[in-house]
């Protein structure tokens, strides 16, 4: 009868342990850290952002692009590590005039929210950024272009993007990620 006891007490432990929360790990941090990384734009964001840029949006959400065209503009969220935290990659592009206004691509600018003012903290122009795996500063190296060619490389100081004064091939892009995509 002890021995039942004694079964039933264990078996009655273990199944209450098991609805207990576990303390939380580092993966559960890393976790919430990207979590606030990612997810949709805010309407409050984009407006914040084109604020910042001096730029203003028309009813259609369109913007005026250098050329003076009316075009929509791209916001997107930039997983480039955990240094430069939440930022969000807004991307223009040229109309009928593309080629003659940001050459072969668009127009890309990472802006990052610093004391509560969105403030730039890289620009690429033309073909938008090339996040590399190597990190400086809990930030993703950055590419500026695309395919075909040997591409400036841009670092996270802390604060800012800053050109690092060499380039990466394009053999070396097989981890990279394009942004826009």
Do not use: K
């Not at 001096?54 to 503009?73: F, L």
């Amino acid at each position: 009868m002890r021995i039942a006891h004694a079964i039933s007490a264990s078996l009655f432990f273990a199944l209450a342990a098991c609805g207990q929360a576990a303390a939380p790990t580092e993966a559960d941090a890393q976790t919430a850290d990207a979590a606030t990384q990612t997810g949709d734009v805010t309407a409050a964001e984009r407006a914040a952002i084109l604020a910042a840029l001096n730029m203003h949006a028309n009813a259609q959400g369109q913007v005026e692009n250098e050329c003076g065209e009316r075009v929509t503009p791209r916001f997107d969220v930039a997983d480039i590590g955990s240094g430069p935290g939440r930022v969000i990659a807004y991307t223009i592009g040229g109309g009928p005039n593309m080629l003659t206004c940001y050459g072969d691509g668009a127009l890309t600018i990472f802006m990052r929210n610093q004391n509560g003012a969105w403030g730039e903290i890289w620009q690429g122009r033309p073909g938008g950024a090339i996040v590399l795996s190597t990190q400086h500063n809990s930030g993703n190296d950055i590419a500026t272009g695309g395919p075909g060619f040997s591409f400036p490389v841009s670092q996270w100081n802390g604060t800012t993007y800053i050109a690092t004064g060499r380039t990466v091939s394009d053999s070396a892009l097989g981890d990279a990620r394009f942004i826009p995509n």
